[in-house]
């Protein structure tokens, strides 16, 4: 066996396989075959680590053969979309075939397909669909066009079904912890995934296939990969599969694939700024974000496959929509009158065939509504767009509206660089200070006396993205005045992640942009230089030391409820019964109730007495007492713990916390 299975996939020479395909080949093995599974990848991959130079993964035009032996050579014939969507599509050629484990080992190793891989999209009027697509965006409002089953009964017997398979699956994976979910534990949760496919449970689908990749990164220890965002995932699909396995019928759990796009008329909208979109599932691409004359964000993609290749590509890529001749570059600076726009309901404008659009000037971050942008205060926006539910995946979109502010750099710490946020009137007055006799240097901006201690981290970390190092060169200007735009971080205090940058208006020690820039830089593409910045000696001063940094997050003991939560997704249910037996669940109680956090004291305990709890039958033995208990148990923790670190993420945008 020599084929780089895992590396391959990582380089995105694999395609996607849909899951009903990976689930099928797994179940054909014999028990013997499924013992050696997860040890076949695991050998592939050490194998090419150690040969690197070579490379048997070789595409033969449309084909895609991985040489696993002698005499075993895996062909992959992905269709149209790219992706393995037919159990013929996977050919081997070994005297076991098609129930071998070389296809099953291959096929494991490719990337998990979009849920909506190979469908085409809800049909947009009067033309085609949208040409870029990212990722399948899950709504939770039923389709407008009538596409999705009528909801308001409550879910069906076969949905109800479904879903409970799913509880069954994910539930089984949590009790185990990700070192025993290895490749047979993921085809039955994408088998229960496909399920939920054809039962018409979308919302479902995907939160199960989010886990699968989380679990896929877990293991194989990917560099991007976080604990807490598989907690996440699982706490999402544990909690859909489990109202829907006890017949809830609210309709935001069925959720829907299909974008509808409708008729958006005439617009008028102007660039704002362009993000390069690397997603997990190979795809590559930018997205520029636009703003109408009354407030509204809409956004123009072409991210398809092709990873961070294609995100550096398409930052000049022309923009498909009706005839304009701009590209992403120009169009995140410049403007568009759009006629006959059709428009998706989470604002991504279409390229229908009856789509006109004419280039117009663009508007300076200074005027019209890309200045009320920078008019709102941080505490305001944030409280806007943090005030859903922390465990439904629904409110990410609220959250990733991007926000406006100007800032003064006050320094770097540790992965991230501190700032304050300037009162409307805060910037310093230009030219010589007459009271200021050279000594002191310039007056210090003026930050609003209630606003946080703001942190930003890169929105993006990937080496061939720019975000880190522009992030570098503005830690290494304190005093520095900056206009950004950036997203909240759900998850950190009072956080904001960049996303582009302009000189602040009327000040002397700000960003001196080249004039190409159009007085801003879109930091995932364009490099910040020393020369773009103001010179040291008119930067005001921060007093040193002024500042003490406090996380209520990170300071909370809910750490300790964290820990346990996560060490439960890494560890399964044994790792927390040892804890529990150890001492530390009684330990970690006391702490909790001091600081106010009584029920997630409450919580935690349940989890681990949970964990550590056993039956016996008629004759004494020990015997399991099944996952869902447990499974149970875990969920209300972690639904307590996000919905209140939500609340002192939300609380940390309102409190100064210097």
């Known amino acids: 066996m020599n084929s780089p299975i895992s590396a391959v996939s990582s380089a995105g020479q694999l395609p996607p ?131 999705a089953a009528d909801t308001t009964a409550g879910p069906t017997a076969a949905q109800v079904a479904a879903a409970s398979g799913l509880w069954a699956a994910a539930a089984a994976v949590l009790s185990s912890g990700v070192p025993a979910a290895g490749a047979v534990p993921q085809a039955e949760l994408l088998r229960a995934a496909h399920t939920a496919r054809l039962a018409g449970l979308p919302k479902a689908e995907a939160a199960a296939l989010r886990v699968v990749r989380g679990l896929r990164a877990a293991r194989d220890r990917h560099d991007g990969h976080r604990l807490a965002d598989l907690a996440s995932a699982l706490r999402e699909l ?60 809409f956004s123009v993609a072409d991210v398809k496959p092709g990873g961070p290749a294609r995100a550096r590509g398409a930052a000049t890529a022309t923009v498909a929509i009706g005839a304009a001749t701009l590209n992403h570059a120009q169009l995140a600076r410049a403007g568009l009158l759009i006629a006959g726009a059709t428009v998706s309901p989470e604002g991504r404008l279409g390229a ?39 465990w439904s995946e629904s409110e990410a979109e609220k959250v990733r509206e991007p926000v406006g502010c100007d800032l003064v750099i006050i320094g770097a710490a540790g992965d991230h660089v501190l700032a304050r946020e300037l009162s409307p009137a805060g910037t310093p007055p230009e030219g010589p200070d007459p009271a200021d006799d050279g000594s002191a240097g310039r007056p210090p901006a003026i930050t609003r006396p209630d606003g946080p201690l703001i942190r930003l981290v890169p929105a993006g970390s990937h080496p061939d993205l720019a975000h880190v190092a522009n992030l570098r060169q503005l830690a290494s200007r304190p005093g520095m005045l900056v206009r ?7 998850d950190r205090a009072a956080t904001l992640r960049p996303l582009a940058v302009g000189a602040v208006p009327g000040a002397e020690a700000t960003l001196r942009l080249p004039a190409e820039w159009q007085g801003r830089a879109d930091l995932g593409y364009d490099r910040l230089q020393g020369s773009h910045l103001p010179p040291r000696e008119v930067c005001p001063p921060w007093p040193a030391g002024s500042e003490a940094e406090a996380d209520p997050v990170a300071g909370a003991p809910l750490w300790r409820v964290r820990r346990l939560v996560e060490l439960a997704v890494a560890g399964g249910r044994r790792a927390v019964a040892e804890a529990a037996r150890s001492g530390d669940s009684h330990a970690q109680g006391a702490p909790l109730r001091r600081a106010g956090f009584a029920a997630a004291a409450e919580l935690a305990a349940a989890l681990t007495a949970e964990a550590d709890r056993r039956g016996r039958d008629v004759f004494g033995r020990l015997t399991d007492s099944g996952p869902d208990g447990y499974a149970w148990a875990w969920l209300a923790a972690a639904i307590h713990l996000a919905a209140t670190d939500q609340a002192l993420v939300q609380a940390s945008w309102h409190a100064d916390q210097a």
């Open 17 to 147: 396989a849909a899951p009903h395909v990976v689930a099928a080949a797994v179940e054909s093995l014999t028990s013997r075959l499924r013992k050696k599974l997860d040890a076949a990848i695991g050998q592939y991959a050490a194998v090419f680590a150690a040969t690197s130079a070579a490379m048997p993964a070789v595409a033969d035009g449309e084909d895609v053969r991985i040489s696993c032996g002698e005499d075993a050579v895996v062909t992959l014939s992905p269709g149209p979309s790219g992706a393995i969507l037919d159990e013929d599509q996977a050919r081997c050629t070994c005297l076991l075939a098609p129930r071998c484990l070389h296809r099953a080992a291959v096929l494991s190793a490719c990337p998990v397909a979009d849920a909506d891989a190979g469908v085409d999209a809800a049909p947009e009027p009067p033309g085609e669909g949208d040409p870029g697509t990212e990722d399948p965006v899950v709504r939770d409002d039923p389709p407008p066009d009538g596409t």
């Open 238 to 297: 544990l909690l859909t599969a489990g109202r829907l396995a006890a017949a809830d019928p609210d309709p935001a759990l069925i959720g829907s694939v299909r974008r509808s796009y409708q008729q958006g008329g005439s617009l008028r909208v102007y660039g704002v700024f362009r993000e390069p979109v690397i997603s997990s599932t190979g795809y590559g691409g930018v997205v520029t974000h636009l703003l109408t004359e009354d407030g509204r964000w």
């Open 352 to 390: 229908g065939a009856g789509v006109r659009a004419t280039p117009i000037t663009g508007m300076p971050w200074t005027a019209g509504p890309l200045a009320a942008l920078f008019a709102r205060p941080l505490a305001e926006a944030a409280g806007a767009r943090l005030s859903g539910q922390a």
């Open 484 to 490: 950004v735009v950036g997203r909240l971080d759900p």
